[in-house]
């Protein structure tokens, strides 16, 4: 019997963390040797990766929206420290 590898979970349940931790390792999968993966394969890993990045993305912006909240509305950049 062939093994079955696990059905990743979905998108919309990963954190931050998780879904960058997976598109890296996509990133790395895709950037390998090209042999190594049919084209059906690579074709399902990129569309997971943009599902991935639209994720990070979303939450990315909610956070933002979320310090702007708590500092009355704008946003306070980092300060310089190679000054």
């Not at 960058?20 to 997971?48: H, M, Y």
């Not at 990045?53 to 929206?65: H, K, S, T």
């Amino acid at each position: 019997m062939a093994k079955s590898k696990p059905t990743p979970k979905p998108v919309e349940e990963l954190t931050y963390e998780e879904a960058l931790a997976e598109l890296e390792s996509i990133v790395t999968v895709l950037e390998g040797d090209a042999s190594q993966n049919p084209l059906e394969e690579s074709i399902k890993l990129f569309e997971r990766g943009q599902a991935l990045i639209q994720r990070c993305g979303e939450m990315l912006e909610a956070a933002e929206l979320k310090v702007k909240q708590m500092s009355g509305g704008e946003a306070i950049p980092f300060e310089d420290e190679s000054a």
